[in-house]
């Protein structure tokens, strides 16, 4: 498929320009000298986001891949700037997809609050993008939000030519088949329970108890957020 080969591409140009850091992640590396050792992996409690596009083989079906390069940029763009603006870490870019991190390489105690915060941040960024491409003559872009929060494996990966610092753990995989989960259950965002109790908002909300996640045999309980 001639789009899966342009997001390829366009990942493989973002990481030849090097990661994504939040100021406060390049503040430890400087800090640590380009020293591994001082990054080496550790336990952490770590809010983990993923976004995705809604219907994104089909939107870019018609297009021609500069036009689906383009429309990852600025999807891409946008998410970045609401995550640092939220004090996270975007971790990686997976097609259409966005993964981010809150609370690494410390935490600043409402990790949970700026995840959630940054996704209805990212709402109202999508609502004036799309008002832009309305007039335009563009189609609108949608895009799904799940949240978790939990304990994480967090540090580099890597080499002092090329730091890759990361979350890896059953928190970052239930955060991103939460955000699948969405599809399902007719929501554009939706958090685990664990992440709900740590957070506080005013936005209407629906208790989804006992959901299966694939690839794990426990159920899990997750919550639904409307935005307007």
Same mark, same amino acid.
């Given at each position: 498929?001639?789009?899966?080969?342009?997001?390829?591409?366009?990942?493989?140009?973002?990481?030849?320009?090097?990661?994504?850091?939040?100021?406060?992640?390049?503040?430890?590396?400087?800090?640590?000298?380009?020293?591994?050792?001082?990054?080496?992996?550790?336990?952490?409690?770590?809010?983990?986001?993923?976004?995705?596009?809604?219907?994104?083989?089909?939107?870019?079906?018609?297009?021609?891949?500069?036009?689906?390069?383009?429309?990852?940029?600025?999807?891409? $763009?946008?998410?970045?700037?609401?995550?640092?603006?939220?004090?996270?870490?975007?971790?990686?870019?997976?097609?259409?997809?966005?993964?981010?991190?809150?609370?690494?390489?410390?935490?600043?105690?409402?990790?949970?609050?700026?995840?959630?915060?940054?996704?209805?941040?990212?709402?109202?960024?999508?609502?004036?993008?799309?008002?832009?491409?309305?007039?335009?003559?563009?189609?609108?872009?949608?895009?799904?939000?799940?949240?978790?929060?939990?304990?994480?494996?967090?540090?580099?990966?890597?080499?002092?030519?090329?730091?890759?610092?990361?979350?890896?753990?059953?928190?970052?995989?239930?955060? $991103?088949?939460?955000?699948?989960?969405?599809?399902?259950?007719?929501?554009?965002?939706?958090?685990?329970?664990?992440?709900?109790?740590?957070?506080?908002?005013?936005?209407?909300?629906?208790?989804?108890?006992?959901?299966?996640?694939?690839?794990?045999?426990?159920?899990?309980?997750?919550?639904?957020?409307?935005? $307007?």
């Amino acid at each position: 498929n001639r789009h899966v080969l342009a997001a390829a591409e366009f990942e493989k140009n973002n990481a030849a320009l090097g990661k994504y850091f939040s100021p406060d992640v390049k503040k430890e590396v400087e800090k640590a000298g380009l020293n591994v050792s001082a990054l080496e992996p550790r336990n952490m409690s770590v809010a983990v986001l993923f976004t995705d596009i809604e219907g994104f083989t089909e939107l870019a079906e018609p297009m021609r891949s500069g036009e689906v390069l383009s429309l990852l940029s600025e999807y891409q $763009s946008l998410m970045v700037s609401a995550i640092f603006d939220h004090r996270g870490t975007v971790d990686k870019f997976i097609g259409d997809a966005v993964m981010a991190n809150f609370g690494t390489p410390q935490s600043y105690g409402n990790d949970a609050q700026n995840a959630f915060d940054c996704a209805v941040s990212m709402h109202w960024r999508m609502k004036g993008w799309n008002e832009d491409r309305v007039k335009k003559e563009l189609p609108e872009i949608r895009h799904r939000v799940g949240i978790h929060y939990g304990d994480c494996i967090v540090g580099n990966v890597g080499s002092e030519q090329q730091l890759e610092y990361t979350v890896i753990g059953d928190t970052v995989n239930v955060a $991103s088949r939460i955000c699948d989960l969405c599809k399902d259950v007719d929501s554009n965002f939706m958090v685990s329970r664990t992440l709900h109790h740590r957070i506080t908002h005013s936005e209407k909300s629906t208790a989804l108890n006992q959901q299966t996640i694939r690839g794990k045999r426990t159920r899990i309980d997750l919550v639904k957020i409307y935005l $307007s």
